[in-house]
Every structure is written in C-alpha cells, then in structure tokens.
C-alpha cells in the first residue's frame, strides 16, 4: 500500500511540477486569459433567476403531501368566488390578515372605543384598490373571495351592528353565534383571552382578529389578488391609532421578507473582503521590500473572487435559479480560497530560495497543488452528495457553491499561480514590491551615511535561506503548537475534555429538535416577525383542518360502506393528535336530511345532487360527480388538529393520519395544506442522516486514495464521526433546530473534517522520529500553521455573518462556527494526542520496516569483484556508513557520509545539494549553478555552493558520474581516488548489488 501510495503521488506530483513549469514560462498569457475568463462567465449573472417562494425551498420536493395537493386539485376545482370555505382549499389561501390588541390597560379590545376603532380599520381595508390595466381601480369587494353573495371575513362580525347591540346587552354566546337565524359562526377562532359570565356569555377579549380572504381562481385573480396584498400590507404600515395596536400580514409575506433580508447583505460582503484583504496581507507581509509576498496575499483573495464570479455567472446561464442561502456563499469561498492560496505560499516557502524560478513554481505545485486539490476535491464531493438533497435550497446551494469551489481552485492554480511567478520573477531582479524599481543591496550603501528610512525601505534583497520569508504568524505557532500538544499534562486535560465534550454531544444529539420555523427566517425588526409573535401567543392553538379523500368510486348508499366511514372518522378523532369533538361529514348530514333511510344507489345521488344541495350549499364542493351526475367519482370528509406545540408532534400527527387512512378499507387519503410544511419535520432527520452517511463513505474513499493506512483512515473516520456528533449535540444547547440550513453546514462539515484531519495524518504518515512524539512534532511543524490559517481565513470568511440581519444567515454563522471551532480542535489537539499515544509506527518515506544496527556486516562487491566490508552505525535522524577495500590495491577509502538525514533513492530524482565536490584529479574544478555546468582550471574543488540540480553532474574527465535526488539529503561528499564510475541506487552501487538487503535508513 505504501508502494502504491508513493507511485500515486509521485505521478500526479510529476503532472502538477510540468505545470509549474509550464505557467513558469507563460505567465502573462495565462494570467490575462484567467481574467479574461472570470469577467465573461460573469456576465451569466445577467441572466439569473430569483427562487423565493417558501414553499418550494424549505419543503422537500415531489413530496406525498405536494402528490396529495395534486390530487386533490384535480378533483375538486377551486371555487374562492363563489362558495369559499377555507377548509376545503388545497393551500392556506390568499389574504391579509390584521390581529388586534387594546392599548388600554384593562387589555379588552370589546370596548366601546375599541369596536369604533376596529370598524375605522375595517373601513380602511375595504377601501384598498389596486390599478389594473383594461379594468381600472380594483377594490377588495371586487376581488374578494365570495360565499352566498358576501365577502368572506374572519372577524368581521365585530363591526356589525347585530354584534355590537348584542354584545351591549351581554347576549352574546360563546363560542356559536347566530347573527342569522339560517347562520351559525364559531367565534373561538378570532378572539383570543376571552372573558365569560356564568351564562357562558361573552364579557370580553384580550385580542380579536380579521382576515380578509381573497379569490385564486384563475391566473388573473391571483395576479390581482397579490397586487392588492402588497397594497395592503403599504397601507397597514401607515396605520396609527391611539387606541388599538396591530399586527398585520399578507399570505405573500414570509416570502417577500425572507427574500428581501437574504438578498440585502451586500455590505457585509464588502466588509468581509476588506477583512480577508487584510489579514492576507498582514500574514505575507514579512521580510524585505524585495522579498515582501503582501501583493500575493491579496491577489489570492481576488482569485477566490473570481472564483465567485465565475460560479454565479455560469450556474445562472445553466438555469439553475438563486435562492437565499446562496448569498452565503461568498462568504464561504473566501475562507476556502485564502486557505489555498496560504497551502501554495507555504508549499513555496519551503523551496530553495537560490533556486531558478521555474524550479522554484514546480516544486511548489509539486507539492502544494496536491495539497490543495485533496481539499477541493473533498469540499466538491460533499457539496456533490448535497446536490442530491430532496430540499430544493440545499440542492441549489450546493450546486452554486461546489461549482465555485471548482472555479476558485482552478484560478488559485492558474492566476494566483502566475502571480507568483511574476513575484519570484521581481525578487529574482532585486525589484522594490511597491515601485518595481532595482533596489542596491542593504551592504552596498551600508556605511554612506543614509538615514534608516532609506535603508530600510530603499534597500532589499532576495530571501538566502528557506523560512527566511516566514512572519511570526507563521514561525510562533509552528514552535509553540507541539510544545503544547505533547506537554503530558496537555495530553491527559485533552484525552478527559474530549471525553465529557463526546458524552454531552451524544446527550445532545438526542435531544435536538427537528424542523423550521419558518417565520424565524426574517429579521426580528420586521413587521411579519411581530405578527408571528402575536399569532403563536393569541392564536397558536388552532390546528389545521384534515380531509379524508376518498380517492375513487365508493357506493355511499351502502350500510357498509357508511359504516366505514364512520370508523374512518371515530379513529381519526380518537388520535392523540386529533380533536375529538370536530367532524364535518355530508355523509352524517345527508343520512339526517333522510331519516337514514336507505336508498338505493340512483335515488341516492339524485336527491344528493337534487334536492340536499339546496339546503346544504357548503357540501357542494366536498363530493365530485361525474358529468351527468350518475356517478360519485369522489367525496371527503374532515377532522382537526388538536393544539401541537411542536413540530415533532405535528410530524406525528401527519404520519398518524395517512396510517389512520392507509389502514381503513376504503380507498382514503389524508391531506391538509399544512402538510406541505410538515413534511421536513419527518424527512429532515433520514435525509440528513443518508446524506452526511454518503459524504463521510466518500470521504472514507478519498482518504484510502491519499493516506492508504487503515490506521490513519480509522483515526480519520472516527474523528469525522466525533465532529458530527459534536455539532449535533450543540444545536440543541444552542436553541437551533436540525432543518434544511442546519443540514448545509452538516454537508459542510464532512468536507472541513476530512480537509483538517487529512492534513495531520497525511503529514504524520510521512513524518521521520524514533518515537511517535517526534512524528507528531513533526507533523505539527510542517501542517499545523496552514491548518490555522485556513481555520481563521474560514472563520473571517463568515464572520460578518453574525451581524446579518438575516436570521438565515445567523443560523448559518452559529453552525458553521461550530464546525471550524471543532474541526480545528481535533486536528491541533485531539488527533496528535492519540496519534502520539497509538498512531502507526510505520511511515512511508521507508521501504521497508528495517533498523541496521552497529556492526551489521552487507557483503558487496565492486567494479573490479573485489569484496567490501560494510560496517553501519544506525543515528537518531540519519545513517553513517564507511565502505573500505578489503585487499584493494589502493589503501585509499570510497566514503559515502549522509548527516544528519537518510538516502531513500538516488536514481533519477531531484534534490536541493548544499556540499563539497570534489574532481578526481587536482587540475579542473566542476562548478554547478542552476541547471548549468561550467568549468575552468582555477580551482581544485567547490566549497560551500547550493547546487538545484536536476541532471547528471560529470567531472570533466568523464571518469565519475554522481545521480541526485531531492529524498532530504543534507550532505554529500564523495572522494574518488581511482577512476572509478559510480551511480548509487538504494541498494545498487552500479553493476555490483548489496546482497540479500534493501537497505531503508531512519
């Protein structure tokens, strides 16, 4: 597995340094054509569609209760302008609605002064018009929904004059009224806190309510219909009274609301760049005025922008329509694309200064771009399982957002990477950061007399030594990080708070509550959060209608059949969930307008169609007959929701009423269009659940792919699930709910945790140590500052979030919070504590698991078949091996020293060598620079010369020839006293081999 792994990243690391190559040589071409790229996807923007509509985010599409609301359309058409009942539309309707409340201190809206004030609002309402074309003014009389020739208003029998006589006469019942002697009203559902007598007569009500119903017939009344509650929700936020209060709504405001607080963040996103901007600069901006890297920091802020740019442009032109959560998405890219910009600096910091730049670029997209391309793909592949989403506001996030996860990786590799070659190429010149001017070098004018200033910023030169750019944002914590993490007492307080964090997560995670309420979408300022307020205070405890729809052909006439439907209705009432007294059932009143005579089926539907409609016009719409009015195709028939204070239980009671259906004998279906929302409340949890389950196997995946120790994969997995767990449990300390925002940030999380973690492990795997603790020491120098830098370009990314006005965004802020803060903590904490303790012993920079122990004898033999002894002594951190000649002509040693580091390879490779050469004879020195051999006679040999070698270095007498490679060596120094030719190979010297042995040093 190690084998595979190392050939795997080999071949891609080979891929990504001809790359590096590549942009080395072409920067300005591709540079402009990156730009030039970004602003023409952008432009798609133009063509972007807006998806607002509560219903369609926040529920699950092709849902049974949106496949129920089908069917019930089908069967019985909408009648809103001529016999309205509320009960029996397949949606919640079209109104606009004001609740009102006394500002007296006795808090009785039935006063004198109160029912004046209520008439005056009531009047106002009636006189809201609307323009439209080829009709004139519209007022709400001519478009309101209509039954028996009236308007349809909740609560508008407080302005009459039969109410308001009866009410002063204390006559007035609770809860049926009958202001007509053919009329009866229930009153209980537009007055709330009343007061009774002994009578059960009404004395008084801390609040009543008016709803104003419109007609949705046709196209055109619906178009109207809107017009007209825009115009109402203007005009109720004009009204001011001395006496009342009100709270006030339109069927169309949640939608308008959310829509209008998501999409008005703009500044935020503003501030949040100018954050990002700085902190970037503030962390690359070490060193000289030469070697400064604060412009790189910045452009790669801009490249994550373009990447944003590029996603909005392009998703829109593939039709894919915006919908609120999106606009968290920048926010989001930043943090993600600074992250990778940090992980390609680093990459760069730790390439041979002196190197050419087109060595420099390679081995930086050698190294980093792997990096970089494990926690794109990681991020991609979750937000690809979110696009699965059965939530058309997860499924269009995560669409925007994987695909500018795509479009920033590609210009972080592409424009950030050819801003850096123009950086190295201006530090290669000596060139000011700020002016491009050629600046002299600090020690050509030190001594002239010029002031600090001048030397200091007039003055630079290019970085000698690698980490020489690092600031002490990157050099502190690199130092203080292990010293932290491996102090014994830190291990013992990390292993028992992580333990008490898993147990309160788990007791957490089984107390958090699922679904959305959607009215805490909006802002706390706006006026539908106020009318939200007052209706679950005053009017929460009205539940929703249910039908049972007979889905077919029944004969109704029948004993048994009737007798069915009565055990259909008596279960449903019998349900916790149900209210036992409610029950609208034509069945029950046709049986009494007959005497429950039995009839056989023709007189049954004809005196039904006849002669019961007549007397009961509210059933007309309730029983669907076929055209000549031979045949019942359909009937339903209602019960009601009992007061349910949450959403689990209103899930229940959904579920319980299609069983209830499912298990009568009749061909019945449960519906109500309040179902359509309640079904997040029993999908969120399986959905999210298979989702996440989804992401962390593919993950799973990737983590064999580039970390292929099944160790490693479990320490991943595990600390994948912890996380998971841990985000969990903390929604419910945290007052959130598990719905389809918190579901985002669950599909978020399987990325970060793999990205954070991957990097430990990845890092330890390759790390050198005699002991774990110096593994992980390892591990953590090398990876553990770019982790908190992505951590904090992550955490900067949203942090303006919280101060949205937005709750969406708030929500989306606190959960993300959680998942950088945990994610952080197990991959600086968690996870080098356990790796320290029972992390593999095994690394895979070795060949095999061998320790050569002193005075190990190998038998070789040389050019000559003469036989060498090779004596070993194995170091902490390296390998010293003398080779003598054993009856050799010459007394003179062939001496191969490594210090402090090992030989892994030396065949076909690259490395950085820092060391003495050496010619067989005394009359030509080598000296090598860059890629380029040269050679004159003034010299025996190099001293102190940093040799970015990637070819064979031959003395000029062709008598030796020495192959590098990159695999750590530190020194190396051979002396050959014999033409002798060499080329070293783990366990080959040329034509002679190292029997028995492949010899791996430590």
Known sequence: MPALY?????????????????????????????????????????????????????????????????????????????????????NLGLWGEVIVISKAG??????????????????????????????????????CAVLLGNCVIDGGLFVSNWFRSSFNETTVPYPIVSPTPTRSLDISFVLSGVKLNDQDMLLGAESLRMRFYLREDTTEERSISWEWERKFVERMASFKHDVIDIAYASSESLYIEIDTNTGGDTFLFSITFSIMITYASLVTSAGNFVSSRGHLGRLGVIAAVMGIVSSLGLVALCGVKFVNIVGVMPFLILGIGVDDMFIILAGYGQTEPSGSVEYRISETFRTSAIAITITSLTDLLAFCVGATSSFLSVRNFCIYTGVAVIWCYIFQITFFGCCLVLHERRVKANRHCLTCHVLPFPEEIRGQGKSCCVFCCCTGSPPEFKGQEDGPCDRIPRVCLPKIALWPPVKMLVLLLFGWYLGMSIYGATQVKEGL??????????????????????????????????????????????????????????????????????????????????????????ELHMQFFQYYPQYRNDIKFNDDHTEILSARFYVISRRLNSSTLEGEMMKESRDIASKSPLPAFAYAGAFIYYEQYVSIVPTTLITVSIAVIAMFVVGLLFIPHPLSIIYITVTMVMILVGLFGILHFWGLTLNSITMINFILSVGFCIDFCAHICHAYMHAEGATRDDRVVQ????????????????????????????????????????????????????????????????????????????????????????????????????????????????????????????????????????????????????????????????????????????????????????????????????????????????????????????????
């Open 517 to 606: 309420i959607l009215s805490d979408l909006v802002t706390d300022d706006s006026y539908y959060h106020k009318y939200a307020d007052s209706w679950r205070r005053y009017y929460g405890d009205i539940g929703p209608v249910i039908s049972y729809n007979m889905d077919g052909p029944v004969p109704y006439w029948t004993e048994s059949t009737q007798e069915d439907i009565r055990r259909l209705l008596s279960t449903a009432r019998e349900s916790p969930y149900l209210d036992s007294d409610f029950e609208i059932s034509w069945l029950e009143d046709y049986l009494k307008f007959n005497n429950y005579e039995v009839f056989p089926k023709d007189r049954f539907i004809r």
């Open 779 to 1002: 591990a953590l120098k090398k990876v553990g500052v770019p982790i908190l830098n992505g951590a904090m370009s992550s955490l900067l990314g949203i942090l303006m979030l919280a101060f949205s006005e937005s709750n969406v965004f708030i929500s989306f802020f606190k959960t993300m919070l959680l998942v950088i803060v945990l994610g952080l903590l197990h991959a600086i904490l968690f996870l080098p504590v356990v790796l320290s303790l029972i992390g593999p012993t095994t690394s895979l920079q070795r060949v095999e698991k061998k320790r050569l122990l002193f005075e190990d004898t190998i038998e070789v033999s040389d050019f000559y078949g003469k036989e060498l002894a090779v004596k070993t002594m194995s170091l902490q951190s390296g390998m010293h091996v003398v080779s003598s000649y054993e009856n050799s002509p010459s007394k003179n040693p062939v001496l191969f020293e490594t210090l402090p580091s090992k030989i892994n390879d030396i065949h076909d490779e690259r490395m950085s060598v820092e060391a003495e050469l050496h010619a067989p004879d005394d009359d030509v020195s080598t000296k090598v620079i860059g890629d380029d051999i040269s050679s004159d006679a003034d010299s025996a040999n190099i001293q102190d010369e940093t040799l970015p070698v990637e070819k064979e270095l031959h003395a000029p007498d062709d008598v030796s020839t020495t192959k590098t490679t990159d695999d750590g060596i530190g020194q190396l120094s051979l002396e050959m006293f014999e033409p002798l030719e060499t080329t070293a190979v783990a366990g080959n010297y040329a034509e002679g081999s190292i029997l028995h042995e492949e010899i791996t040093y430590l």
């Open 6 to 90: 190392q050939h795997t990243e080999k071949f891609i690391g080979g891929i990504f340094a001809s790359y590096g190559r590549f942009i080395s040589r072409h920067p300005w071409q591709i540079l402009i054509g990156s730009l030039i790229l970004s602003v023409s996807l952008g432009l798609g923007m133009l063509a972007m569609e807006r998806e607002s509509n509560v219903e369609a985010l926040y529920t699950p599409i092709n849902s049974q209760a949106s496949i129920d609301r089908a069917r019930v359309q089908e069967l019985y058409p909408l009648t809103t302008a001529s016999d309205f009942f509320i009960y029996q539309l397949p």
């Open 106 to 143: 006795d808090s009785n809206v039935l006063t004198e002064g109160v029912l004046n004030s209520v008439a005056e609002l009531y009047e106002e309402v009636l006189n809201i018009s609307v323009f439209v074309n080829n009709t004139g003014n519209v007022t709400y009389t001519d478009i």
